[in-house]
């Protein structure tokens, strides 16, 4: 088992570009998370699907951000524009269905925006 | 609201020795879990211990356990014998229960670093 993987590791922008973070959920797990993390604000979820659907985006903190999971082994995160606030490291997570486990995160990716 | 509070931001461990973190939480649900995270410089984050609301037991894995309070909702997580790697920052997190689609809420973290 690869475990969550996430990609890119590091992205580097420049203010006004769009960024997409991808993200590949380990095989049979049935939910996704996107979290975000920040010094200041610690962990937040932006938002999670549940069998592809988006179940709860309140977390996402504005339009510029979107998520989608065309298909249970695959989910992008995109910003667009980007903004220097937007400078976080952001993790996937996903989940199976024995409840009483943790969820199981990727590596993150660290964005910063110049 | 949940809410899962650690009010510790940094600890210090000599090696060898036992370090407790702190872990308070605030839920109206009866069925939920708790776990403890770590964090090292490397950034994964990684399941360290977890624990279910309706078990008295309190959990163990190897050097790490933790002392669950149901009544006072509080979830300390010890570390015994502690090791130059534990060093790290461990989140705490809560769950609510009753199935897959519930979100991890977590703690503001702890710093632990272990002196040599």
């Known amino acids: 088992d690869a475990g969550v993987i996430q990609s890119p590791r590091h992205e580097v922008t420049e203010m006004g570009q769009e960024v997409t973070l991808r993200c590949k959920p380990i095989?049979?797990?049935?939910?996704l998370f996107w979290y975000r993390q920040t010094m200041m604000r610690g962990l937040e979820l932006l938002i999670y699907?549940?069998?592809?659907?988006?179940?709860?985006d309140s977390g996402m903190p504005e339009d510029r951000f979107s998520a989608k999971m065309p298909n249970a082994s695959f989910s992008t995160l995109k910003i667009q524009p980007s903004e220097p606030r937007d400078s976080a490291v952001y993790f996937c997570a996903s989940h199976g269905t024995a409840s009483n486990y943790g969820y199981t995160f990727g590596s993150g990716t660290r964005l910063t925006v110049v | 609201a949940q809410t899962v509070t650690q009010s510790q931001p940094e600890m210090s461990v000599q090696e060898a020795e036992t370090v407790t973190l702190s872990c308070t939480y605030d839920?109206?649900?009866?069925?939920?879990?708790l776990f403890w995270y770590k964090q090292p410089p490397s950034r994964q984050m990684i399941l360290v211990i977890r624990?279910?609301?309706?078990?008295?037991q309190n959990a163990t894995e190897n050097r790490f356990s933790v002392n669950f309070q149901k009544a006072a909702k509080s979830f300390s997580l010890k570390i015994s014998d502690s090791q130059l790697g534990d060093a790290a920052m461990y989140f705490c997190a809560y769950r609510r229960g009753g199935g897959a689609t519930n979100k991890l809420i977590f703690g503001t973290g702890t710093l632990l670093a272990v002196q040599p």
């Open positions: 839920t109206s649900e009866s069925d939920y879990y």
């Open positions: 699907f549940n069998n592809n659907v988006p179940i709860d």
């Open positions: 624990q279910e609301a309706y078990k008295q």
């Open positions: 095989s049979g797990h049935n939910s």
